[in-house]
Nanobody, 124 residues
Framework: QVQLVESGGGLVQAGGSLRLSCAAS????????MGWFRQAPGKKEREFVA?????????YYTDSVKGRFTISRDNAKNTVYLQMNSLKSEDTAVYYC????????????????WGQGTQVTVSS
């Protein structure tokens, strides 16, 4: 079992930056591929944002965040990060981190453990 807790969300102006953290407890995070997903206001489903493989050697991003967001992990600290730069109003959402034992992927159904989410609000 893994428990995930996100932090680092908040209110930021367009063009600004935030760094989200996802701290894990329970089983070591190195067993899991990690993903960040988000759910925008009024949207029913969480959309894929970024994912990173167990070793950190492979990273994937949705097209809308490429070049602006960076996912990373520190397995020694059992923590995953999402650095978000050049934020836009359309990035406003609740951001969730997730852990899954499958190879790194963008399918939310393949992630088993989820955090409670952290709100990111970008004002224009």
């Amino acid at each position: 079992q893994v428990q995930l807790v996100e932090s680092g969300g908040g209110l930021v102006q367009a063009g600004g930056s935030l760094r989200l953290s996802c701290a894990a407890s329970g089983r070591t995070l190195s067993y899991y591929a990690m993903g960040w997903f988000r759910q925008a206001p009024g949207k029913k489903e969480r959309e894929f944002v970024a994912a990173i493989s167990q070793s950190g050697g492979a990273r994937y991003y949705t097209d809308s965040v490429k070049g602006r967001f960076t996912i990373s992990r520190d397995n020694a600290k059992n923590t995953v990060y999402l650095q978000m730069n050049s934020l836009k109003s359309e990035d406003t959402a609740v951001y969730y981190c997730a852990a899954g034992s499958a190879p790194v992927n963008n399918d939310r159904n393949k992630y088993t453990y989820w955090g409670q989410g952290t709100q990111v609000t970008v004002s224009s």
